[in-house]
DNA sequence: ATTCTTGCAAACCCTTTGCAAGCTA
DNA sequence: TAGCTTGCAAAGGGTTTGCAAGAAT
């Protein structure tokens, strides 16, 4: 089960400061990935981009560092449609969302400052505090559309 | 348990109205117990209901059941924490979203047809189709911000 | 040297699927 | 009767865990 890693898809009110981890290789080789990607990657995707990359980390590790990263606020946990944990490096200061292609995996960040106001608008309309949210749009891309026109 | 977990969730633009199902002993008691619930149960949970009510329906079933009634519109399916897929018979009819309680798990109906236009807005900008979106909105209610004012 | 991390493989858990039997339309 | 549904059990797929070997401090 997985443990508290609260799949939100924003930074918590509530930091939990896991214990600094040791600075392995696989540790270092998972978050250069990170570094790298701009979208969500689930540890399944990221495991085989190490392979790929010749830096090999086990598919269990992976998983350890991940949730590791996630439970020390290091990186932004989701779920994505079939219920799979996706991370990404959350140093982004900008709040944003996600365009998602079902298909192909695109994905193309967006603002929405409207949707931020009215999520926070509503939220203190029925009194709730310590507000958060999640918003991603998923559809088929130009190209998938093209090609792919059921599924 | 589920508690505030993000990701995924309602039904599209898209009725996608699937071809009706025939009315089977199975079908009934499922949706039955959806009839009396207000709060998500996971296809495990559903189960275990109805184990306890008697009205035994193999889990197997259960699952394809639920799928059945997502598909067709007529229950919210949304992902808990763990990922797994929870459903709800929903109250208001149309298209809407959720305000949920990451500490008690009460959730809160809305609509937000700003939020509706600004999806199909963005997606048509990109040139996607076959659009859906998922907003969800976590926070404290009321009543656990009260009662849970330090932490 | 001690303590934490990694690998590997088995274990788990939710979910799906193949098939034969049962039931609906 | 014909065709969809159900049950059961096995198969899948993602994720976790026990344990011994291998690093980091």
Redesign the pocket.
């Known amino acids: ?3 508290g ?1 609260p799949a939100d898809g924003s930074r918590t009110a509530v930091p939990a400061a896991a ?9 270092l080789a ?1 978050s250069a990935v990170l570094d790298e990607l701009t979208d969500f990657v ?3 995707e990221l495991h085989r981009i190490l392979q790929d990359r010749g830096t ?13 990263l996630a439970d020390e606020g290091q990186v932004d946990v989701l ?1 994505n449609a ?5 991370y990404r490096r959350c140093a982004v200061t900008g709040h944003h969302h996600h365009l998602l292609c079902r298909s192909c995996g695109k994905a193309v960040e967006v603002e929405a400052p409207a949707v931020e106001a009215w999520a926070a608008r509503t939220a203190t309309e029925h009194g709730f505090t310590a507000v958060e949210h999640t918003v991603e749009i998923f559809g088929l891309c130009p190209d998938c559309t093209a090609r792919n026109t059921g599924r």
Do not use: F, N, P
């Open positions: 089960m997985s443990q890693a214990k600094e981890q040791r600075v392995t290789k696989q540790r998972v689930s540890t399944q090999s980390v086990s598919l269990a590790t992976s998983y350890r560092i991940l949730q590791s779920r079939d219920g799979e944990a996706v």
